[in-house]
């Protein structure tokens, strides 16, 4: 045999491993995939629902909160053009509750994303942040992990402080700034009582939508 021969055969049988290789290992990941996809969504699940809890009391509902949602649009007081998800409690078949996914749009570094609770009464449970860019070490205090500044929140409702007081106390309100940065603390404090004012004038719509 040529050494042309030998060298298109080695070619052959190179280019066909390879092949072989490629076709065994995706067929490898499809299997992976295939098995650990609902223990993917499991977790995904579990990860939302423990988020949902720290916002809203567990005890003050029974049914699946996940999945008793709807999604509206209202930039005035949700802060985005898209839908934003709102999950609501109940205990039987009466509301307890909900926790509204909304957006702070006018954060020192962009979007803070919030998940606000509120008790059917008005009252918040609880506040969260979700998601922002904000500076480490200054505005990053609005996370739970750095501080406890984000808990001022729980028991609050609209006359509680009154409206005037829904403001950083460098505005003249209730809250506390964080030192070096007040454009982050204050978006959030806009952006919780805009979410309550839309729980408080949308309830009964919220509750009745399938």
């Known amino acids: ?14 280019g066909w491993l390879l092949a072989l290789t490629a076709l065994v290992g995706t067929g490898m990941m499809a299997v992976v995939n295939w098995h650990s996809g609902p223990y993917i969504k ?19 509902y029974n049914n699946d909160i996940l999945n008793d949602t709807i999604k509206l649009v ?18 039987g078949k009466k ?5 509204l996914k909304v957006v702070a749009p006018n954060g020192y570094s962009g979007d803070i994303v919030l998940l606000v609770g509120v008790n059917y009464a008005g009252k918040i449970t609880g506040v969260r942040v979700v998601k922002h860019k904000e500076t480490p070490g200054l505005g990053d205090g609005i996370e739970i992990q750095r501080s406890n500044w984000i808990e001022s929140f729980t028991g609050k409702s609209l006359s509680n402080p009154g409206r005037s007081q829904w403001k950083v106390k460098r505005d003249g309100g209730s809250f506390d700034q964080f030192t070096g940065a007040t454009i982050t603390p204050r978006a959030v404090v806009g952006a919780v009582h805009k979410a309550l004012t839309f729980f408080d004038n949308n309830r009964d719509k919220i509750f009745s939508v399938l």
């Open 1 to 14: 045999m040529s050494s042309r021969s030998q060298a298109l055969k080695s070619i052959f049988i190179t």
């Open 42 to 60: 499991n977790n995904e699940r579990e990860t939302l629902l423990r988020s949902l809890n720290s916002v809203l009391p567990a005890n003050i």
């Open 74 to 91: 209202e930039k005035q007081y949700l802060g985005s053009d898209a839908p934003a998800i709102i999950y609501r409690a109940r205990k």
């Open 95 to 99: 509301p307890t509750g909900a926790a």
